[in-house]
């Protein structure tokens, strides 16, 4: 059965995007596997909890066949972590489909993994696109763009077509 890691903020992962996202890659036959910054308890922005199994620095990017970044207040911190960085980076050096949602699509562009890519992104303000604009990316304003093995989303309503749009990248 193949596996996604699903990366969440320790705090304030957005739990409806997190939820869908779920949804529609288990729909779609894939295992998930939660990581975070650290291994332990994440408490999401809405109020739930969620138990990240692996923390992001100890990874092995190899045993996945896809990754997803979920949005919330708390993952806006990982778009200068080295960690969720490196991860992103590693999973495009392997050619594995990634997908980031929400906030996270900002992630993606500091890694330098959305140079020449179409993509959306939650936006405050103009902030969110000018960071995607400034790292390369094109600013589509679509729900889900998905780009090659790239999938972006811009919030919660689109996280199950986020998930089966992450699905559907073969492998």
Request: charged share 20%.
């Amino acid at each position: 059965m193949p596996k996604v890691l699903v990366v969440i903020a320790q705090e304030g992962y957005q739990d409806t995007e997190l939820a869908g996202t779920v949804r529609g890659l288990s729909n779609a036959g894939f295992t998930t596997v939660i990581a975070s910054k650290n291994a332990g308890l994440c408490r999401g922005k809405l109020g739930g909890t969620q138990q990240a199994t692996l923390a992001m620095h100890d990874v092995s990017i190899q045993d996945y066949d896809r990754i997803v970044f979920i949005g919330g207040p708390g993952a806006g911190a990982y778009a200068s972590d080295p960690d969720a960085l490196h991860l992103a980076q590693e999973a495009q050096r392997a050619n594995m489909p990634i997908g980031a949602i929400c906030i996270a699509p900002t992630i993606l562009a500091k890694a330098h993994v959305l140079e020449g890519k179409r993509a959306t992104v939650w936006d405050s303000g103009g902030e969110q696109i000018a960071i995607l604009e400034r790292y390369g990316a094109k600013y589509t304003g679509e729900a889900v763009t998905v780009d090659g093995s790239i999938v972006t989303a811009n919030g919660p309503d689109a996280a199950e077509e986020f998930g089966k749009s992450i699905a559907s990248k073969s492998l």
